[in-house]
């Protein structure tokens, strides 16, 4: 997918636009800053806020404080967001909040500290502030934070031509609806028509006659990676989200949606790699340093362990060096083999491919793909180990423990992954160094301990 | 986002309706199956057959022939859709194929064999062949194959009354739409307006008056990750397509995007541990284990120019095993370093967050990070190996090749990504065997090196 990045950012973001920009800072030209920018989405001017320098970043934001507007906050990740509000004068800041949806508002505000919150919770409208403060009482990272609250409902005995006047009759519709919902008196959902239903419908057809098989909905408690799953896997534009007495509190749309979805695909990735999951390039270099250094601990650990298997074997090294040499290349293929089970694991996981009906025959099939791959670089590493060093015996050892090495890192790989995910840890946090840590102590165990009986 | 993972799925297919359905099939009971089956979605059904056992998927199929529609051909896998057309009558295939949207055709026969492909193409009424034949024109993962050509248009000096009758007057509007894309007379687009703003405006406002923002086009060449890129960076909902003279030829929607993206995520993280990208479960052992053979391949090769390093250096070897029992551990770091810095590189470039504009930034971060990390951990190991082995000479050899490892690590992680992105390499694909052979070529030639030169 990569090979065409930065193909339709360079058309808006290009290096010369870029340098004009930074010239235009240097020097302090506000006028031609602004028509530089403005014409700019805020998507773009996120990403330009976020790749600039930090020295660059604060004369522009004091050359122009008034172009910040709440779409650009929403679109910047958190560390820079922060800076940026820092800078903005208070009348600034609550014109930008002002123009957002709710759920925008939600978003920036549950990545503040309380006293920022606060401010900024200060200059909303009361309306917007109750909504808001409501979204914020559902547990982080819930259905009830990504809802909005504004919602077009419809009472289920009205025909398409109550529905249509009903909007045009109210003053301010949501910026982003794609469904009526049909509410019965307690607000409880029963339904949705598409609006292309609505138009392309007479006005005496009944909403309840047009309503879409699709429609489900989501308790506001429910985690949004099911939020997302659940819009993959039903293909949902909108899902109405209703409260524990399962009355309609709010809806999701698929854009918010794509975003978590996006998210949950960047954690998953980061996690792998054992990477700080909420790290971001923006971080500075000691928060970089300090989301790694976890991992790298933990992984000094893993690695020790096995550094004990070998020291076990430290005399029959000893009299033969070329256990040393070929030691690595066993632990090496080894943990490689493990890392693909492992990630066709938890990749199945996720997507909710892998479940209870089929495990038995996953990890099945792993073992035999382990089981071949293992025999194939087994022999190919003897014959490469016997040409090298000229010893039969020594292609036979590093040969069985080829095979023995794959066939543990395939159950590894698949058992590993769905262990942690049946005691609630998350398999894409953890997997990784208890995989190698089997690979590399069966790896050298296997192989050392096959050397010292066979070859001395 | 793992923890919770099948409560959804379980509602709907859990354990026991699973088990009921396999008692159907195993009594041949095709009514009680049929019963089973039917009030499911399409995407349940798919997942189901993905996941029992291919025996009872045949029987299963035998059983329940009729019940087969489109909609659960377009939710299989590849491989096991395969399995499912070859399974059914052709008088079935066909009536399943003609319920679907161009775009959901164009994507079951891009997977199929030639001569499967005319049969499917024989089952279509001629428009839509026609139109299927047409989108298949287009280059594989480009923006034309993911558009469906249903597009609702109106001219751009309509009102909205005008476009409303118009609606209503059609007799088929596409399953999924959610604007009108406003065209000139030689239909090249625009803008376009939303429906929720034609449902809530009066008869008489003009079109071009309500138009949004956000109205974008994008070349039917582009490719579909480009598609994926511009919907989550501009939050589009659906967008134009249009053909080189810059003429309307379809739309694609928010639904498809986020399908894109899902896979090219996926792509990403198969291929970042060196497993096939198109890998799914219901592969069989062969395929699973060829397509993950030619990276263990490459990764052999990289082990044995590690061991290579290692053989240069036998003689020291064998004057300090202490060396061969400590070596794991410094290119394991390394290695793990390498993956941490080279994950967020691939990630940002995918994310279009790294580009030319804070190269020289993030590739300096990285080397900080690098050098910090390398400084803690080659301190801590130096402390461990000076206690465990008792020589401090070799305590500050572990930790100064610790240092160098790290930096190189970093050094590695971020360019090489970048250079193979810079030669329209993926870097997800390739860039993970290169940093391993950086990090352990590094990672043992100065510990072994230094430890020569300093110990004997």
Chains 1, 2 share one sequence.
């Not at 920036?108 to 917007?128: S, V």
């Not at 307690?186 to 609505?198: A, E, F, Q, S």
């Not at 009944?206 to 293909?235: C, G, K, Q």
């Amino acid at each position: 997918m990569a090979e065409d990045m930065a193909d339709i950012i360079e058309d808006v973001l290009d290096a010369r636009r870029v340098e004009a920009i930074q010239d235009a800072v240097d020097a302090q030209d506000a006028q031609r800053l602004d028509s530089l920018l403005d014409p700019l989405h805020a998507a773009d001017i996120a990403d330009l806020l976020e790749q600039i320098s930090p020295t660059v970043r604060r004369e522009l934001l004091r050359l122009w404080p008034e172009g910040i507007d709440g779409d650009i906050l929403s679109e910047l990740e958190e560390g820079i967001r922060e800076e940026v509000i820092e800078s903005l004068s208070p009348d600034v800041l609550a014109e930008a909040v002002r123009t957002l949806d709710t759920d925008d508002v939600v978003d920036i505000l549950e990545d503040m500290e309380a006293a920022d919150q606060d401010r900024l919770l200060g200059a909303l409208d009361k309306a917007d502030r109750v909504a808001v403060e409501q979204a914020l009482a559902y547990p982080e990272y819930s259905a009830g934070r990504l809802m909005q609250r504004e919602v077009v409902v419809a009472p289920e005995d009205w025909n398409v031509g109550q529905a249509i006047d009903y909007m045009r009759s109210v003053e301010t519709l949501p910026d982003q609806f794609y469904h009526v919902i049909l509410v019965d008196p307690r607000m409880k959902p029963r339904g949705y028509v598409t609006l292309g239903r609505v138009l392309s419908s007479r006005r005496d057809v009944l909403l309840h006659d047009i309503v879409e098989d699709s429609f489900r909905t989501i308790e506001a408690h429910e985690p949004e990676a099911d939020v997302a799953y659940i819009f993959n896997h039903y293909h949902l534009i909108s899902c109405a989200v209703v409260d524990a007495h399962d009355r309609l509190v709010g809806v999701i749309t698929i854009d918010d949606a794509m975003n978590v979805l996006d998210e949950e695909h960047e954690e998953d990735m980061l996690r792998m790699a054992g990477v700080d999951d909420e790290a971001s390039l923006s971080d500075t270099v000691i928060e970089a340093a300090k989301g790694r250094a976890v991992w790298l601990f933990v992984n000094l650990l893993t690695a020790i362990l096995a550094s004990l298997v070998i020291s076990a074997f430290a005399e029959t090294i000893n009299q033969m060096v070329a256990l040393a040499v070929l030691m690595p290349i066993v632990a090496s293929m080894g943990g490689n083999a493990g890392t693909q089970t492992m990630t066709v694991a938890v990749r199945a996981l996720a997507t909710r491919d892998l479940t209870s009906q089929n495990a038995l025959r996953v990890i099945w099939r792993e073992a035999a793909v382990g089981a071949i791959n293992g025999c194939i670089f087994g022999l190919l590493m003897a014959l490469i180990a016997g040409w090298w060093f000229g010893i039969p015996m020594l292609a036979v050892v590093i040969g069985v423990a080829m095979v023995l090495t794959h066939i543990a890192a395939a159950a590894g790989g698949i058992l590993i992954p769905m262990g942690l995910q049946r005691f609630g840890v998350d398999p894409a946090l953890a997997s990784g160094p208890f995989v190698t840590t089997v690979t590399d102590v069966v790896g050298f165990f296997a192989f050392l301990g096959l050397a010292s009986w066979a070859l001395l």
